[in-house]
T-cell receptor, first 112, second 115 residues
């Protein structure tokens, strides 16, 4: 079945540690996105990538980094510079012509 | 930059009743997409309905329909014959028609269907 796989679903991190969230898609979509979801704030865009080896900052990129070495993969690293990393993170993708986003099941990151 | 506003943080309705969720947006573009997404307690985002701005006819998907008012920049979602499984967060989203563009989301409306 085609879809987007995020891992891990739950992740705990100590302050000062970097963590990487995985996102893999087999939909052959060109564009991939990372959103952060906090209560009462909807979804906010962190980074997005339209082609391999290229990506752009979204609205809240500070403290995060990404890579796009393969079309299928778009991992997100939450660095120690992110002041408030506890949140729910959603990965999404869509085809070259745009349109609706297809989402993964999300990853819940908790900083202890 | 586009903005999307959902002015109803929470709503509740009796099962089998009809409910309307509001959404307004701001853009200078003429061609764009609008979406309603549902996020149930599982937190999986599910597309409910989409509307292309160039289409005058309102989109409909079974019990879900929209009232798209382009001039007023309004895009409300109507759920008819509401069911317990409709309990979820609902997000309105705006997408540019220029290709691979990110979506801009509203802050969501938490809808509870009461048995």
């Amino acid at each position: 079945d085609g879809g987007i796989t995020q891992s891990p679903k739950y992740l705990f991190r100590k302050e000062g540690q970097n963590v990487t969230l995985s996102c893999e898609q087999n939909l052959n979509h060109d564009a991939m996105y990372w959103y952060r979801q906090d209560p009462g704030q909807g979804l906010r865009l962190i980074y997005y990538s339209q082609i391999v080896n290229d990506f752009q900052k979204g609205d809240i990129a500070e403290g995060y980094s990404v890579s796009r070495e393969k079309k299928e993969s778009f991992p997100l690293t939450v660095t120690s510079a992110q002041k408030n990393p506890t949140a729910f993170y959603l990965c999404a993708s869509n085809p070259l012509w745009g349109g609706e986003l297809f989402f993964g099941e999300g990853s819940r990151l908790t900083v202890l | 930059a586009q903005t999307v506003t959902q002015s109803q943080p929470e709503m509740s309705v009796q099962e089998a009743e009809t409910v309307t969720l509001s959404c307004t947006y701001d853009t200078s573009e003429n061609n764009y997409y609008l979406f309603w997404y549902k996020q149930p307690p599982s937190r999986q985002m599910i597309l409910v309905i989409r509307q292309e701005a160039y289409k005058q006819q309102n989109a409909t998907e079974n019990r879900f329909s929209v009232n798209f008012q382009k001039a007023a920049k309004s895009f409300s979602l109507k759920i008819s014959d509401s069911q317990l499984g409709d309990t979820a967060m609902y997000f309105c989203a705006f997408g540019s028609n220029f290709g691979n563009e990110k979506l801009t989301f509203g802050t969501g409306t938490r809808l509870t269907i009461i048995p």
